[in-house]
């Protein structure tokens, strides 16, 4: 009985934690530029006396899925989707400088560019001044020129776009932007984008839902266990009283 608690147990808690991640990806199904978490799980002894047979299933967070997603035109000149396995570099909350592949981008009111949420653009040498009043678009390399009216465009800038050896370097942070473990990446000069467009999440809403309800019937399984150990637990606890 003990030791099909434990399995019971085991599965259930690992159930519970596959709907975690999977519910966290199909909340983000239209977010741009999302990358779908993956999830695996290791078996992780007990130590003690009398639990040598006993093992737990401990989650351990693989990384993300690389794949892309959908491109959709927009046609706005600040719209831009990386291509290929190349991230745009920006400055997160923290001051520190992580990456995304969200590429919807604006100018503030300081003249800064920036992310549509605010969060602060990087350049090869750092934030980028946009003039005022002025016509942006960007080049397939990153190159921004900014045209006021009367006068020729002038170059103002270029994106910082890093491309990442593996999946394994960037760890994915509590504020949805990626970080490498190492230290800051250097800027790839053969990153490419595509301007007038946006990268879509690459998670599928179909194979979520069908892997969430899976990930439910098993838990319903494992519980089931765990009710079915209980009830042998007392059966055999009356048997040896009655003896």
């Given at each position: ?36 978490e ?42 831009v ?13 923290d ?21 549509r ?7 090869d ?19 921004i ?64 839902m ?34």
């Open positions: 009985m003990d030791r099909m608690i434990y399995l019971s147990m085991a599965g259930a808690k690992a159930a519970m934690q596959r709907q975690d991640v999977l519910s966290h990806n199909l909340a983000n199904v239209t977010t741009n530029g999302f990358r779908a993956l999830q695996a799980f290791r078996a992780v002894p007990v130590r003690g006396d009398g639990a040598s047979t006993r093992a737990f299933a401990l989650e351990t967070t693989i990384g993300y899925n690389d794949a892309p997603g959908a491109l959709t035109p927009t046609g706005r000149n600040l719209d989707a990386m291509q290929g396995r190349a991230w745009l570099a920006v400055q997160g909350l001051g520190t400088e992580a990456y995304t592949r969200a590429g919807s981008l604006d100018v503030n009111a300081e003249g800064l560019l920036v992310m949420n605010g969060l602060q653009v990087l350049g040498g750092g934030p980028i001044n946009v003039p005022q009043n002025s016509e942006v678009s960007i080049g397939s390399d990153g190159t020129s900014a045209k006021q009216p009367g006068q020729r465009p002038t170059t103002v800038g270029r994106l910082k776009l890093v491309t990442p050896e593996t999946t394994a370097q960037l760890t994915r942070g509590d504020d949805g932007l990626f970080r490498a473990a190492d230290g800051d990446l250097p800027a790839d000069p053969a990153a490419r984008l595509q301007d007038g467009a946006l990268e879509g999440s690459n998670v599928s809403a179909v194979e979520t069908v892997a969430m309800i899976a990930a439910g019937r098993q838990f319903e399984q494992q519980m089931k266990l765990m009710q079915i150990a209980q009830t042998q637990g007392q059966q055999s606890a009356k048997l040896l009283g009655s003896t």
